[in-house]
């Protein structure tokens, strides 16, 4: 069974950085993509970053320069590098697996940026 476990969320001053990592219980080129999104509040799940099995990436435009995704394949890991952080930052960030048949979900870590 596929499990993807997150952590590294907390709480920072705006202007500060986060690193979340998402622990996949198998290899993550197990996956066509893997990524990050977030949920706040009374807003739906966005996509904040992605990483292809090839190693191609997707931001959203919100975090462009101040997020950066990446992966260690050895550990079966994917991180996303929180730069620069933002009160409008502050959500619920959740690992994603993508793969033909399905797409996998942790539990989600959350991330709350103080002004």
């Known amino acids: 069974q596929v499990q993807l476990v997150e952590s590294g969320g907390g709480l920072v001053q705006s202007g500060g950085s986060l690193r979340l990592s998402c622990l996949a219980s198998?290899?993550?080129?197990?996956?066509?993509?893997m990524g990050w999104y977030r949920q706040a509040p009374g807003k739906q799940r966005e996509l904040v970053a992605r990483?292809?099995?090839?190693?191609?990436?997707d931001y959203a435009d919100s975090v462009k320069g101040r997020f950066t995704i990446s992966r260690d394949s050895a550990k079966n890991t994917v991180y996303l590098q929180m730069n620069s952080l933002k009160p409008e930052d502050t959500a619920a960030y959740y690992c994603?697996?993508?793969?033909?048949?399905?797409?996998?979900w942790g539990q989600g870590t959350q991330v709350t940026v103080s002004s």
């Open positions: 198998g290899s993550i080129f197990n996956f066509d993509a």
């Open positions: 990483i292809r099995r090839g190693g191609s990436t």
């Open positions: 994603n697996g993508d793969r033909l048949g399905g797409q996998f």
